[in-house]
Antibody, heavy 124, light 110 residues
C-alpha cells in the first residue's frame, strides 16, 4: 500500500528557509495531487498547498508569498520550501495524497493517505 | 474563504454511547467536498468520511456522516475505547480554491 515519509531538518533558524521532502512508496507519484499540511503544537490543522504530478500548484493564500512546492517524479518525491520562517512556523508538517476525483456532479476532494509527520522547530 | 466551526469543543461520553459531532460552515459547502478525519495523540490524521457521507476504506460502519449546505454531522453510533480522539472536518472550496479545516472536537472518555 502507498506510504509517505517526510524528511528534513528538525531545527530551522528564524528568517531562513524551511525545506522538507516527502517520499512516496508503494505507488507512483504520477496521476495524483499531493498536499502539505501543518499543525502547530496543541493546535489544529492548516493546509499549506498542493501540487499535481505535472507541477501545477495551488497554495493557501495566507502562505502563498513564502511557499514553493515542487515535484520530482524520477525520485517519486515532492518537496516544500517555506521562506522567511518565524517561531509561528513551528509545527508538525504532514504530507498527504490528495485525491481530486472527477464525478458526474463535479470534482471531489479529500486526503486519503498521510505521512506520519515531522516536527520542525524555528529557533535560533 | 469558508470558515468551518465545530461543536462542541469537547465532548465527554462513555463507551457504548452515541456521539454526535457538528461542523457548521460560514457559507454553503459542496457536500462532495466535505470530509472528516480522526486524529489520535502523536499520530497523523486518518480519513474517516469523504463526500459528507461515504466511509473511507476500512472505517467501521459505526461511523456515519450526514448533512448538506452549511450543516454537517459526524455520528459514532456506539463508542468503542479506540474512538476517543480529536475529530476534524475539512472542506475544499472553489473561491478561492483551497482547503480549510474546522478547529476540531475532542472526544474524551467520561
Amino acid at each position: 500500500q502507498v506510504q509517505l515519509q517526510e524528511s528534513g531538518p528538525g531545527l530551522v533558524k528564524p528568517s531562513e528557509t524551511l525545506s522538507l521532502t516527502c517520499t512516496v512508496s508503494g505507488d507512483s507519484i504520477s496521476s495524483y495531487y499531493w498536499s502539505w499540511i501543518r499543525q502547530p503544537p496543541g493546535k489544529g490543522l492548516e493546509w499549506i498547498g498542493y501540487i499535481y504530478y505535472t507541477g501545477s500548484t495551488n497554495y493557501n493564500p495566507s502562505l502563498k508569498s513564502r511557499v514553493t512546492i515542487s515535484v520530482d517524479t524520477s525520485k517519486n518525491q515532492f518537496s516544500l520550501k517555506l521562506s522567511s520562517v518565524t517561531a509561528a512556523d513551528t509545527a508538525v508538517y504532514y504530507c498527504a495524497r490528495d485525491l481530486h476525483i472527477t464525478t458526474i456532479r463535479g470534482a471531489q476532494y479529500h486526503m486519503d493517505v498521510w505521512g506520519k509527520g515531522t516536527t520542525v522547530t524555528v529557533s535560533s | 474563504e469558508i470558515v468551518l466551526t465545530q461543536s462542541p469543543g469537547t465532548l465527554s461520553l462513555s463507551p457504548g454511547e452515541r456521539a454526535t459531532l457538528s461542523c457548521r460552515a460560514s457559507q454553503s459547502v459542496t457536500s462532495r467536498n466535505l470530509a472528516w478525519y480522526q486524529q489520535k495523540p502523536g499520530q497523523a490524521p486518518r480519513l474517516l468520511i469523504y463526500g459528507a457521507s461515504s466511509r473511507a476504506t476500512g472505517i467501521p460502519d459505526r461511523f456515519s456522516g450526514s448533512g448538506s449546505g452549511t450543516d454537517f454531522t459526524l455520528t459514532i453510533s456506539r463508542l468503542e475505547p479506540e474512538d476517543f480522539a480529536v475529530y476534524y472536518c475539512q472542506q475544499h472550496g472553489s473561491s478561492p480554491p483551497m482547503y480549510t479545516f474546522g478547529q476540531g472536537t475532542k472526544l474524551e472518555i467520561k
